[in-house]
């Protein structure tokens, strides 16, 4: 079993950064793939990013590139979500995500290839 807990969210306005924090506990060694993912009301949760356990090959949905990057310390079982000159759009519950299988190109972005969720951190940005 895997536990993942997510902080670093809050209220920001337009053009501002934040960063989340993921953590793991327990079988840390059998999620290799991590990712971010977030949801608005009514939508399905859509992925933001996501990473291999090298931190090597990573994946971005095109509406975040070049602003939010994702990195891991494998060391301390944390992976981190960079999100920078943030819009209102980015608003949402942003989730963390635990892989037990390792993870190639698209396969990244399905919520069913993840088996470790976080309970989600708030991200508000006001205009």
């Known amino acids: 079993q895997v536990h993942v807990v997510e902080s670093g969210g809050g209220l920001v306005q337009a053009g501002d950064y934040l960063r989340l924090s993921c953590t793991a506990s327990g079988r840390v060694f059998s999620a290799p793939e991590m990712g971010w993912f977030r949801q608005t009301a009514g939508k399905e949760r859509e992925c933001v990013a996501a990473?291999?356990?090298?931190?090597?090959?990573?994946y971005y949905a095109d509406s975040v590139k070049g602003r939010f990057t994702i990195s891991r310390d494998n060391a301390k079982n944390t992976v981190f979500l960079q999100m920078n000159s943030l819009k209102p759009e980015d608003t949402a519950v942003y989730y963390c995500a635990a892989g037990a299988a390792s993870l190639y190109g698209s396969m990244r972005t399905n919520v069913r290839n993840y088996d470790y969720w976080g309970q989600g951190t708030q991200v508000t940005v006001s205009s």
């Open positions: 990473v291999d356990r090298s931190g090597i090959h990573t």
